[in-house]
């Protein structure tokens, strides 16, 4: 059972930044495929970010290439996301996933890729 916390959400101005983190438990951290979706109100969750083992590769979505970045620390079982230049559409709850063992020489960019899921921190920009 792997549990996840997430971290970092707040109100922020368009244009500004934030680092959202996401720790999670688990001795095998290094080997879990790691993503960010985010939920809008009245919107379907979507995919933002994802980062793979052991390579780390990443991907993003289109709306959000270029001012985002996922990284991983392994020594601290945390994930992060950091989130430049916002706009007020980037507004969500975004949430933290984790696959152990997930997909290898793939893309983990949807929901059903990942086993297990954070309870999400609330993201405002404002305009």
């Known amino acids: 059972q792997v549990q996840l916390l997430e971290s970092g959400g707040g109100l922020v101005q368009a244009g500004g930044s934030l680092r959202l983190s996401c720790a999670a438990s688990g001795r095998t951290f290094s080997r879990y495929a790691m993503g960010w979706f985010r939920q809008a109100p009245g919107k379907e969750r979507e995919f933002v970010a994802g980062?793979?083992?052991?390579?780390?590769?990443?991907d993003y979505a289109d709306s959000v290439k270029g001012r985002f970045t996922i990284s991983r620390d392994n020594a601290l079982n945390t994930v992060y996301l950091q989130m430049n230049s916002l706009k007020p559409e980037d507004t969500a709850v975004y949430y933290c996933a984790a696959q152990p063992g997930g997909p290898l020489f793939r893309l983990a960019n949807r929901e059903s890729d990942y086993d297990y899921w954070g309870q999400g921190t609330q993201v405002t920009v404002s305009s």
């Open positions: 980062i793979g083992w052991p390579i780390g590769r990443t």
